[in-house]
């Protein structure tokens, strides 16, 4: 359950996201789609009831908000942000910098090299900034500050965050705004063939095309449907035929009963 300044937004909303699941969360405005990721990603702690995430979940996510790290380079912030990379980095300079490391040290050096290797981390920089290029980004932006930025390019270079993660849990609000056709192309592409589980918010039909099942937040719960966003419309057709079927049925039995009760009035 949760509120937010005083409008209650979800009861009793329940839901399982599983193992490469990819999800397109839908509603209305003000439904609370965005403020559902910020639960899941632990940014919002203002809740009632559990969030239970499996201890072996890499999880990423795009930020809306960016103030507290405005003045970091882009690429740091990018690298910073990807899951277990600031940790192991750190560990592995503080290691390395070790002029007789004890055994129990290159163990642990070891066992961080071999992450740090498994999440594909050693290219990453390099890559990271082969697809900020790729939408755009001039060697300036990329090497400069966040706060340079404007908010699309911000949004865009979340994007590059996410597909460079190595999660296996993501996050993301309105990926292809600010996408050109290519660029929107080679990011469904990535959506496609990832291995992991994705919640989406997006109005993008085309990224909705590719996911396996929408969940919509609808009257204050969440409401899940197998399939893409055609599956969805097609069970929403049924759902919507069935219920002028049964309002027809309503008004009929109406019309009956009125003439019973005029028959017995005459009577």
Do not use: C
């Not at 300044?5 to 999800?23: E, R, S, T």
């Not at 990018?78 to 290691?95: A, G, Q, R, S, T």
């Not at 969940?215 to 197998?226: G, P, R, S, Y």
Request: no cysteine; proline share 1%.
């Amino acid at each position: 359950e949760k509120s937010m300044g005083g409008k209650l937004l979800y009861k009793d909303l329940d839901l399982l996201i599983n193992d490469g699941q990819k999800v397109g969360l839908i509603g209305r405005n003000g439904t609370g789609k965005t403020t559902l990721l910020n639960l899941i990603s632990g940014l919002d702690k203002d809740y009632d009831g559990e969030i239970d995430i499996s201890d072996k979940t890499r999880l990423a996510f795009t930020r809306q908000e960016h103030s507290d790290v405005k003045s970091m380079q882009l690429l740091q912030y990018i690298l910073e942000d990807l899951p277990e990379y600031k940790d192991l980095k750190k560990k592995l300079d503080n290691l390395s910098n070790i002029p007789e490391p004890s055994t129990k040290q290159l163990e642990s050096y070891s066992n961080a090299l071999e992450r740090f290797n498994i999440l594909g981390y050693f290219d990453v920089e390099e890559k990271i900034k082969e697809d900020l290029r790729r939408l755009q980004f001039s060697e300036e932006l990329i090497n400069g500050q966040l706060l340079s930025l404007s908010g699309g390019q911000k949004r865009l270079a979340e994007v590059v965050k996410i597909m460079n993660s190595s999660a296996n849990l993501v996050l993301m609000d309105e990926p292809t705004n600010h996408m050109d056709f290519v660029a929107k192309e080679w990011f469904i592409e990535w959506l496609n063939n990832y291995k992991g589980s994705v919640i989406v918010i997006t109005h993008d039909r085309d990224v909705l095309s590719v996911v396996n099942n929408i969940i919509e937040i609808k009257d204050l719960t969440a409401h899940n449907f197998v399939g893409n966003y055609d599956a969805y419309l097609k069970q929403n057709a049924v759902s919507a035929s069935s219920g002028a079927a049964d309002y027809e049925n309503a008004q009929k039995r109406m019309e009956r009963l009125k003439v019973q009760i005029n028959q017995a009035i005459v009577r």
